[in-house]
């Protein structure tokens, strides 16, 4: 008696286990689903790159367990999907913001130099005046691009514009040095 109860409470929990297992895992699908759209708001597949590859890797492999039905191994690469785009999240909030100090930086840097250099030359008259006005101008256009690019998530190309607008404005600092 005592082990026909004992085999019937292991059978009940073996089939319980295995309805577990059958069930399509949609709480965990959602909850990896958003994880994934906070990684990729978070620019993950530019700033995290090898953590947001996993975690498409793993989101795939669980797509195509899904698709079998195969829940138990649909479950464990969800789990994998999950934590590997919550890893990428926090690693690209990280660089991104790095990324926009650097692209800050050389902004406020080419904006001061060329504020100084207009500031030196403002004695100058006629077509050299004209000459600077224009360049400055140029440069000021290219800078005002670069917040765009920042909001738009370039932030590679915004670095190097932003870079290539401190460069001209060097060129143009030794081209009207006194």
Known sequence: MMNSRLMFLIIALALSFCLACASRPTELIQQ???AREEAKDAYADQFAVADWSAGEK???QAEDALQKEDYGSANTHLLRAKSR???AKELALGAKEEAIKKIDIQKMGANKRLEALLEANAKLAGARRKELDDAAQGIRDKLAKVDELVK???FNEALLSAQRSFREV???EQLFKK
Request: aromatic fraction near 20%; hydrophobic fraction near 25%.
């Open 85 to 87: 785009y919550a890893k």
């Open 58 to 60: 793993a989101w795939g």
């Open 32 to 34: 990896t689903e958003t």
């Open 170 to 172: 060097y060129d143009l």
């Open 152 to 154: 738009e998530g370039g």
